[in-house]
């Protein structure tokens, strides 16, 4: 069941409330003893995560929920961490991994208990179901859930420097498509680049940062939030600013300076999903 975006938090007695975990989603089967694991695109992903094999209850469930890596020390959650896991294939590097970066599954929803299907059943009455069937241990843990209360949890989460929020009806029923019976709002960070350059074939504009001593460098690439009046306005500016090109970039004198709102900084200095807001004057 995948998210609508929303804009704004909200209260609503018929919402629960949930902190958006900056991880990758992740089915759990667990049948006779046995667990598999498997991503949103229903590829397999079990042997990546040997710590998630002992699930910490005594019955057959399938969970839905979110995998990541979370620092001990901060409680700060690493999405590019969680994402070296997943692409570790290697078995000595996972048995390694798994020591020193272990993951951690934070499960929302319960899809199937000891047989019985329950994505019929209203979202409250799952959540009384999970509550019931999961044990939070060292790796596994059941998500937090404020009642009615969105607009207080996104503070929360501002401070806190996290993705952002979940809102979902209490009455929703769980779907295998896009429902806008839960929805995303998104706590975005904001910052200034310049455009160096544009891609020569699809649409993207290479977003530059200046450095400690005044150069500049690549922070990413903006393809989102560009409206057609925007493209047109660049592309009769810049064309006045070009200093040279390679296969894939024209190459601009970093003139233009855009706001961009983005998830975060990664540990490298990139933007994360940067998409256009305006040009800043």
């Known amino acids: 069941m995948l998210l609508e975006t929303g804009d704004q938090p909200f209260n609503d007695d018929r919402y629960l409330f949930e902190p958006k975990i900056d991880g990758h989603r992740l089915i759990l089967s667990h049948r006779n003893g046995q667990t598999k ?45 969680v994402m ?13 991994a798994y020591k020193t970066q272990p993951v951690h599954f934070v ?41 009615g209360r969105g607009t207080e949890l996104f503070r929360l989460i501002q401070e806190r420097n996290m993705e952002g929020i979940v809102a979902k009806r209490k009455d ?24 160096a350059g544009y891609r020569r074939k699809e649409f993207g504009w290479l977003a530059a940062v ?14 989102l939030g560009v409206t057609p009046e925007q493209k047109r306005a660049f592309y009769g500016v810049c ?3 070009v200093i040279g090109e390679d296969n894939h970039f024209v190459h601009l004198d970093p003139r233009i300076r855009a706001k ?5 900084w990664t540990r490298s200095g990139m933007l994360r999903s940067p998409a256009f807001v305006e040009f800043a004057l």
């Open 172 to 195: 929703s029923i769980y779907v295998s498509k896009r429902s806008n019976q839960w929805v995303k709002i998104i706590n975005w960070q904001y910052a200034d680049v310049y455009i």
């Open 210 to 223: 200046p450095t400690a001593d005044g150069q500049m460098r690549t922070a990413g690439v903006i393809e």
């Open 239 to 241: 064309k006045h600013l």
């Open 37 to 81: 694991l498997y991503t949103r695109y229903q590829n397999e992903c079990t042997r990546q995560y040997p710590e998630l094999l002992r699930v910490p209850t005594n019955d057959d469930v399938i969970l839905d929920g979110e995998v990541a890596c979370i620092d001990p020390d901060t409680g700060e959650i690493c999405l590019e961490s």
């Open 260 to 264: 961009v709102k983005i998830r975060n």
């Open 84 to 96: 070296e896991r997943f692409r570790t294939t290697k078995q000595t590097k996972i048995q390694y």
């Open 107 to 147: 499960a929302f929803d319960i899809l199937s208990h000891n047989g019985r299907d329950l994505r019929r059943l209203p979202l409250a009455e799952r959540k009384v179901i999970l509550n019931e069937v999961l044990e939070d241990n060292h790796y596994f843990s059941k998500s937090m859930v404020v009642d």
